[in-house]
């Protein structure tokens, strides 16, 4: 699986928008990013994913850069309940092999 | 969308014995997979579950330490064997229908080794 580079923390204040950067440079033309999020105590949940157009959903956005080398977890409005590890992972649709390998991801804080 | 219900939701166990986690997906996935989470880390793919057949271990994991079975689409067993303090660990289940659609998990095991 093609890495990916995600700070490890980031802090936000409650109701305002929040950008989660995600760097995939080794990144292939068949790998679609997904972003998952893992709530304290909880499993892992699904968030967005995008193969090459910016993606919106009730959740958050994701946006891509052109030569796809990166993206961003685009939270419009965060709230406490936003506080969570959130994974960027490239997931390659040739092998469709669809084992997700997770890396360290971005533990997001909010402050009330 | 899937649900994944994993039994039990925890557990305190003595060194030595053996524990089989309970995995059931509320609808026919493609792929199962097993998973372990230390205190405050990431999570580790342990094995992917194919149906009637054997799983497919990641490099670090073996069968006699954690068998796998899957019976059918929905449901999967992952054992932990011969646990030792080390094995203290949330282990959980995952499924899904294949890229690019989502995955699901379930709210993992929490084992304790005593």
């Known amino acids: 699986d093609a890495k990916t580079t995600q700070p490890n923390s980031m802090e936000s204040n409650e109701e305002e928008p929040v950008h989660l950067p995600c760097n995939h440079s080794?990144?292939?033309?068949?790998?679609?990013i997904h972003w998952y999020r893992q709530l304290p105590s909880q499993g892992p949940e699904y968030v967005i994913h995008?193969?090459?157009s910016n993606v919106n959903n009730r959740m958050a956005s994701l946006a891509i850069a052109e030569d796809r080398k990166s993206s961003t977890l685009i939270l419009h409005r965060a709230t406490l309940r936003d506080a969570a590890v959130y994974y960027c992972?490239?997931?390659?649709?040739?092998?469709?092999?669809?084992?997700?390998?997770f890396g360290k991801g971005t533990r997001l804080h909010i402050l009330p | 969308s899937a649900v994944i219900s994993q039994k039990p939701s925890r557990d305190i166990c003595q060194r030595g014995t053996s524990l089989t986690i309970q995995c059931q997906v509320d609808?026919?996935?493609?792929?199962m997979f097993w998973y372990r989470q230390q205190p405050g880390q990431s999570l580790t793919l342990i094995a992917t579950?194919?149906?009637?057949?054997?799983?497919?271990?990641e490099s670090g994991f073996v069968i006699d330490k954690f068998p796998i079975s899957r019976p059918n689409l929905t449901f999967s067993t992952l054992t932990v064997s011969n646990m030792s303090p080390e094995d203290s660990s949330i282990y959980l289940c995952?499924?899904?229908?294949?890229?690019?659609?989502?995955?699901?998990f379930g709210q993992g095991t929490r084992l304790t080794v005593v």
């Open positions: 579950a194919n149906q009637g057949s054997e799983a497919t271990y």
């Open positions: 080794t990144i292939s033309g068949t790998d679609y």
């Open positions: 995008g193969l090459t």
């Open positions: 609808s026919q996935v493609t792929m």
């Open positions: 992972i490239l997931r390659d649709d040739v092998n469709r092999d669809d084992k997700i390998i």
């Open positions: 995952s499924g899904g229908a294949g890229v690019p659609t989502e995955a699901f």
